[in-house]
């Protein structure tokens, strides 16, 4: 074996170990996608993910569509990039949306590292020539984006009766009615690990419908008052028990969660479902629009903790 075979299989060898690394960071297979792992002095700063869609016609990206999509590696200030691309069928398109990233990695002066495409349970690297070996790779498939997007969507299967969800209290009474539904929901989340009841589940779902108890739980949740994952997986597996009158603002809070774990892919998954059922919630538009931009979440965090929580709870609205 030849040094440049054996460099070949070392990097199909890293193609694997990072897709791998990426369905587990998702909790998702991501079929028909196209992925950017930026890096800096050797270190991942960031992944992203779109559907590949748009780059089998690379004629039809403008130069101001390549340079949003390459734009969170300026933020990040990446001094490298890995694409990995996951097709169910190969198809041979992908190569000119492969070169015409790399293009627009130009002016930031970003370095296109390697580039592989996977089809199926194959890997293939840019240099993989005609008389390649197949590189084949274990790859869990089980789980994919679009499972995962049905998972979120309304069930009305699965709906929690209507009798269960409690009335709001009268106007005069909302004040010790938030503080008492605040300190349930804080203590419930906490508890994140416990069966939770059908009861206490709608009893979450109200709370968090009224604005100002979200806040105060988006402020608990900024200061790792909870299990971060826990939380974002109770609140994830609730939204295919509620339908369009009652899940965005369940969704949305499950997608921070995600986002302040550092999985993006859920967080759209989430805000998805808080859109379809509520396109002008204005928290999920602004969570979606720092998803867009890949921005971290800490300048959501500094904002949050501008306040206390009584003031969140009091109604100054922090993230509304």
Known sequence: MTLTMQSHDVSIDAAAETLNELIH??????????MIRWLRSGQVILTQRSDVDAFLEAEDLSGSD???????????????AVIVVCLDTLDSRIHAGIDAVEGALAQPKIDL???????GQRIYARDCSGDCDPHLTLVDRQV?????????????????????????????????????????????LRQACEPVTVSEMARLVVALGDIRIRDSILWDMANEVFDRNLVAELLTGLLPKLDSNRGAPVATTAAICWWLQGNGAMANLC?????????????????RAALDYALSPDFWLESVNVLTRDECLAGLDVAH
């Open 25 to 34: 960071s998702f909790g998702f297979y991501p079929a028909n996608s196209l």
């Open 271 to 287: 805000i998805d479902r808080a859109f379809a059922d509520a396109p002008s919630y204005s928290l999920a538009t602004m969570i």
């Open 113 to 119: 590292a390697q580039a592989f495409v996977v089809v």
């Open 66 to 80: 390549l340079e949003l999509f390459v734009e969170p590696g300026r933020i990040y200030l990446a001094d490298q």
């Open 144 to 188: 994919n984006r679009s499972d995962r997007a049905v998972a979120c969507a309304s069930n009305c299967a699965e709906f929690i009766d209507l009798l269960e969800f409690p009335e709001l209290p009268v106007s005069e009474e909302l004040t010790p009615w938030r503080a008492a539904e605040s300190q349930f929901v804080h203590d419930l």
